[in-house]
């Protein structure tokens, strides 16, 4: 069953039903933020408009307004294929994914959401820590997000951009950060960028 990613409003979590969490959110802002705050109790990143403090990713919007949309606890996305996204050895030709999961093989790692207008798509992860292999599990879950993405809106593709990673304890080049990105641009053709703050208008 093909799988729309800019569904909306959501069925998995309260939140979002009400529209305080908005699934599908229209920014014009000029700077705004997406905190990941409440994904212990498995709710979806949303956007702030106030309470910098609470940011967690700062997008700079100086040319156009543009969307957000979020995946993870959001969009239920189930494997399909026989793709082992823990095997780096995979062939993305394995991958496939529905949203019922018929086959018992769980969900796919989500990535937290994405930012679009006409001209690109940006997917974005959020770290709050500093684990092992968190850069790995992000890689990972950009992964398995954009190899959907790509397999449900093949019409919208060329409109993707290189994913960002923001983790604002990190403050220096991760030591695993080249293999993982050429592991990411081998499966999905586009590598990732370590950020703090993303600018807008540099897609414009």
């Given amino acids: ?21 908005p699934c599908l959110y229209d920014i014009s802002a000029t700077q705004f933020g997406v905190s990941d705050a409440n994904s212990n ?23 156009n307004g543009v969307q957000y949309k979020a995946v993870d606890y959001c969009i239920d996305i189930y494997r399909t294929g026989t793709y082992n996204v823990k095997d780096d050895n995979s062939d993305p030709v394995d991958f496939s994914s529905d949203r019922i999961d018929n086959l018992n093989l769980g969900l796919i790692k989500r990535c937290e959401g994405l930012i679009k207008n006409e001209k ?7 770290k709050k820590g500093l684990y092992k292999n968190w850069l790995k599990d992000a890689r990972r879950k950009f ?23 923001v983790n604002k304890l990190f403050h220096r ?6 293999m993982q990105k050429r592991i990411l641009k081998d499966k999905i053709g586009l590598d990732f960028r370590v950020v703090k703050t993303f600018s807008i208008s540099d897609y414009e």
């Fill in 120 to 126: 690109f798509i940006l997917f974005f992860e959020i």
């Fill in 143 to 165: 992964e398995e997000t954009i190899l959907s993405f790509k397999e449900h809106h093949p019409d919208l593709e060329s409109l993707l951009i290189e994913p960002i990673i």
């Fill in 41 to 63: 109790i498995r709710n979806p990143a949303k956007v702030l408009i106030d309470s910098q403090v609470d940011w967690d990713v700062t997008f700079e919007n100086n040319v």
């Fill in 1 to 21: 069953m093909a799988i729309n990613f800019f569904s909306s409003v959501c069925d998995n979590c309260n939140e979002c039903k009400s529209d305080i969490v």
């Fill in 173 to 178: 080049v991760h030591q695993n950060e080249m």
